[in-house]
């Protein structure tokens, strides 16, 4: 791993950590054995550094959910749902901080960054959600899925229960995470597959 990556990795444990405001270039800077002004030399400045994090996350996402898609195209949506779903979970137990630093630029960005660093999340969420609704579409159209909601809506759906599983992780463990998680994933999809009957109403 080169200097400039080692920066990287070790600013995106001190941002997770401490937040923008609290996160130290001098720490920064001694935890990857460098002076401040070898930080200097690679980042104009804490701002620069915090989106080369977020840009480095956003790209490794885009990256990987390309791959996925195309090895996956053959599988049923199910197992397409599935893999997705578990990724994401596995994703949160070996990798905290990411999920951590990704939460926190969601919810309180940091103030001089706002407008681009919230560009940068929904272009990569909705990168996301449009994956998540082919899969939904195909499996539409192939009679996997019965329900008749959009599929906007229950891509919508998935993100979120994506997203809350993986961050309960972050914020600490529950009993039978895997029988709970699986439990999760189980009554979302028997949502999808199960067959509407008339006279049910959304309260």
């Given at each position: ?19 923008y ?21 690679y980042?104009?400045?804490?701002e ?29 949506c ?34 001089s960054?706002?407008a ?9 969420r ?6 998540f ?11 996997e ?10 891509a ?11 961050l ?31 006279g049910?109403?959304m309260i």
């Amino acid at each position: 791993m080169n200097t400039k990556q080692t920066i990287l990795e070790n600013a995106l444990q001190f941002f997770a950590s401490y937040g923008y405001d609290g996160a130290s270039m001098s720490l920064i800077a001694k935890e990857t054995q460098i002076t401040k002004a070898g930080i200097y030399s690679y980042f104009k400045n804490k701002e620069d550094l915090y989106i080369a994090v977020l840009d480095h996350l956003t790209a490794f996402h885009k990256d990987y959910w390309m791959q996925k898609k195309q090895r996956m195209k053959t599988a049923s949506c199910e197992k397409r749902l599935k893999d997705s779903f578990i990724f994401s979970i596995q994703t949160a137990v070996k990798e905290p901080a990411l999920i951590a630093f990704w939460q926190m630029a969601q919810i309180s960005p940091p103030r001089s960054l706002e407008a681009v660093v919230t560009e940068k999340i929904s272009a990569s969420r909705n990168f996301l959600l449009s994956y998540f609704e082919e899969i939904i579409e195909a499996g539409k159209a192939s009679g996997e899925i019965q329900t008749s909601h959009s599929s906007p809506s229950l891509a919508h759906a998935f993100y979120c229960l994506m997203e809350g599983a993986s961050l309960k992780h972050v914020n600490g463990n529950f009993p039978d995470q895997e029988e709970v998680l699986l439990t999760l994933f189980h009554l979302y999809w028997d949502g999808l597959t199960a067959r509407e009957t008339d006279g049910i109403q959304m309260i």
